[in-house]
């Protein structure tokens, strides 16, 4: 009798010291995890460093007080959401015409330019000035918006010195203020997938886009102008009013990675995401549509060893055909850089 009580409050005593120590080896783990920032009490997350964190942080510019730098900043965001407002052919203001159509900035750097893996511009001042390939020098901040005016939006330069070019790079800088040092944000670019060993498919791209896309792009490809009678609620994906064929959007890999992130764009998005299959094939059935031509494209890329392997026109530095660089398979390409020159392409 009194060994099994001796023998219960032994076990109970056993109890009590693992509860104990249970306790105390949770709390730590807990404080492990806390410092290794895997988790966070903290609500504010501006206080928090950890990186992925710089996409949640507060941007909108709505919270600035009005002083002439930041109304400047105000004015680039309204550039960047409804470029051709202020811009574009029929632009409100009669301003100078600058981009040649009727897209923002917004329709591909989504969310003003916040979203991961839309190219977003957080951190893009502090990566710059920087080495360019298409031009085979150091360029601006300011030389590569115009990149995009000349391209993507089928345009002309800004001066740099316009209010209008002041006014991105202020925005842009607004956007860049809680990135580390040399800009290098994870989520930055495009996501990557893999490059199917094969060409693109354009009876499925034509068959994903009419299944998939056509209920936003229309089903001509030519989007959905909004309310305001300038920016396009769903913008084109080809004809006279998209990006022309000297854009990054109209190389197939750099198409597809962003299709594959990004679209369809609405609240469903999870359950509809592609395969990187179909986005090859959509991306490969959009970009041989027409579009407007940019002229002078043979000056690209200098050194014709930088130019990515989807680049749709000539000339280039290996014996494969402007068919094969339009439309794959990219793989052979990719190998003959690889070996002959020992340089990594990934667009
Ligand atoms: C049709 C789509 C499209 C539109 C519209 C567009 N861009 Fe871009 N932009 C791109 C793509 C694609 C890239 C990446 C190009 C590459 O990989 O070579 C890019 C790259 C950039 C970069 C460099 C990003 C980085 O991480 O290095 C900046 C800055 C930029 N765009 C600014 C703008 C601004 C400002 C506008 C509006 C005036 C604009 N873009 C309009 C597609 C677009
Ligand atoms: C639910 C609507 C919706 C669907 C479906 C959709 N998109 Fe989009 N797409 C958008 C919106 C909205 C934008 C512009 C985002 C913005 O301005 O905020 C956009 C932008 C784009 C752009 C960059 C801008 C341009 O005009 O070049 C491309 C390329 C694109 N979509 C391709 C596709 C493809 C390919 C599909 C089908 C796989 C697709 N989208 C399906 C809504 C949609």
Known sequence: MSAELTHKNYNKIIRMVCGYFGCILILGMVTLLWYLGFISFDTNKELSSNFDNLFYMNYEVAQLEDTPENDLTKYG?????DTPK??????????????GNRLSCNNCHLNSGTKPYAAPLIGII??????RGRENKTGTIEERINGCFERSLNGKMLPPTSREMKAYVSYLSFLSRYAP???????????????????????KGEHIYNNV???CHGNNGQGVMGANGYTYEYPPLWGNDSYNN???MNRVITAAQFIKANMPFDDLYESQKLTDEEAYDVAGYINQMQRPTKPNLEVDFPDLLKKPVSTPY?????PFSLNQHQKGPFQPIIEFYKKKHNIKKTK
């Open 181 to 203: 040092e040399d800009g290098n944000v994870t989520g930055k670019g495009f996501t990557t997938i893999k490059i199917p060993e094969r060409a693109i498919n354009v009876v």
């Open 126 to 131: 502090n990566r710059f000035p920087q080495y």
């Open 213 to 215: 896309c056509f209920r």
């Open 86 to 99: 202020f811009l574009g052919p029929d632009n409100e203001g009669a301003n100078e015409v600058f981009s």
């Open 246 to 248: 000297g854009a990054g």
């Open 314 to 318: 000539p000339p280039y530095a290996d």
């Open 77 to 81: 965001y309204q550039l960047f959401k």
